[in-house]
């Protein structure tokens, strides 16, 4: 008996980086995982094909999730399919990275609705069938620079301190139901990501973190498993796995 067994889960954006580890933990311990993502199909596959490996069930569901009735969709054909939705893990996420000086009105609703939109969707969508199953464990990836603000990413920032914000109000709405919703924010973590930010800038970067090194996303991973197994009386928080750059 694994500690997931039984358990249905989807994972936004799982079909790369953070999203991946997520999804993969998820089926290690038993649950069975919906992979959501917006283009990157064959790395979606893949995912799942490494779960049925793991000896649960996926699914591969494409949506953009900062559309309404898509990410809408998404809760329901895994509900329709699997008949409830255990963990809803909120990852999908995009950077457009400018200061405001060069920031277009595209660049900040783009990334708005991708990474906070996208969450207000899918917990919305979520809450009745985990009232009604009277258990739900939500978890939303923030960053740090949702809670310390960075230079070029106030658009960024203001999403990922929106999911904060968004977590600390639904959680004391559906506490009384035992569904739980906590955020997590990762420091700079090695992904495709973090990959298209310029040597240099990585270097400065590196000089920063007080541990020496990027983070994995396994890492981050754990902290979902954690909470999506053990976490009964955690609600409304915020977990940082940061290496020490904020603290
Ligand atoms: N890496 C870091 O240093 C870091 C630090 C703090 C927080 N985070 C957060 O962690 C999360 C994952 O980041 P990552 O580094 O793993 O990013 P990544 O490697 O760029 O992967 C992003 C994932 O999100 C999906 N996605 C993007 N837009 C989407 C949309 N509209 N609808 C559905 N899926 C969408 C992508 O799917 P497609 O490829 O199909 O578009 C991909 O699976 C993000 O929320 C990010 O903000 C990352």
Redesign the pocket.
Known sequence: MRKLDGRTAIV?????????AIALELAELGAKVAI??????E??ERVADEIRALDTEALVIQ????EAEQARSLVKQVVDTWGRLDILVN?????RDKTLKKLTDDDWHQVLR??LD?VYYTVSAAQPVMTEQQYGRIIN?????GQAGNFGQAN?AAS?GGIIAFTKSAAQEFAKQNITINAI??????????SQVPEPIREKILAKIPMGR??K?EE?ARAVAFLATDGDYITGQQININGGVYM
Do not use: C
């Not at 949506?63 to 900062?66: F, I, L, N, Q, S």
């Not at 990852?91 to 950077?95: C, E, F, K, P, R």
């Open positions: 936004t954006g799982g079909s790369r980086g953070i999203g991946r959501n993502y917006r283009g990157s199909k790395d979606a949506a953009d999730v900062g990852n999908a996420g995009i950077t991708t990474n996208s990836i923030s960053s740090f620079v960024y990922k924010a990762p420091g700079f973590t090695e992904t495709e990501m973090l990027f983070g996303p981050i």
